[in-house]
């Protein structure tokens, strides 16, 4: 008796499996350190096949990248959900980044691969530039609805306190490569001044 073929995946679901599969070689490898012929094999087709869903490596790049920033805004969604306290929205966030920072294909890394790696495209950096604006939007517009409700003073800087909370992200990321750079206590210290600035006492 012959098995039965492998069942084809929809065209969403294809290109959702080669979004994931190139995510998890650039977060391996690097942006230059991949082809498309390595991605077609991660995902199990072929690169023609490949080339139905992206025009290119940097399109299957940028959805990559687009991916890990709708993974992160519904993590950061989700948080700020279940964060019934005001002053706990912020370091929810900051929670829920840190638990996706573990995973090699977080935004952060990403974001460094496409600065050191890619920093001679032209449409990567167009894209980027765009893209980074939009999660500090994101992170400014969630701080500014706990000014609205009393819980981060009002004379905080929100544009500037989102540009300070993606730099964390970045620092990080920056240290996770280096490795041993930042210890333990030094996030924890860090994580404690920004709160203490950002959400003092009796607010």
Not at 60 to 86: G, I, N
């Amino acid at each position: 008796m012959s098995s039965a073929p492998p069942t084809r995946l929809r065209a969403p679901e294809r290109r959702k499996a080669l979004v994931a599969a190139a995510a998890r070689l650039f977060s391996e490898r690097s942006y230059r350190g991949v082809t498309t012929a390595d991605i077609a094999r991660e995902a199990g087709v072929t690169e023609p096949i490949l080339y139905r869903h992206f025009a290119s490596k940097r399109d299957l790049y940028l959805a990559c990248v687009e991916s890990a920033w709708q993974d992160l805004r519904r993590a950061w969604e989700a948080a700020l959900d279940e964060a019934t306290d005001p002053r706990e929205h912020v370091p929810a966030m900051a929670r829920a980044a840190a638990l996706r920072h573990r995973g090699k294909a977080f935004l952060a890394n990403l974001w460094i691969q496409a600065l050191t790696e890619a920093n001679d495209d032209a449409e990567i950096r167009a894209y980027l530039r765009r893209h980074v604006r939009e999660v500090h939007d994101f992170v400014a517009a969630g701080i500014r609805r706990c000014q609205e409700v009393g819980a981060i003073p009002l004379d905080r800087d929100p544009d500037a306190e989102a540009w300070i909370f993606l730099a964390s992200a970045l620092l990080a990321t920056v240290a996770q490569r280096l490795g041993g750079v930042l210890t333990p206590d030094d996030v924890a210290a860090i994580q404690h001044e920004r709160r203490r600035w950002l959400i003092p006492e009796g607010v």
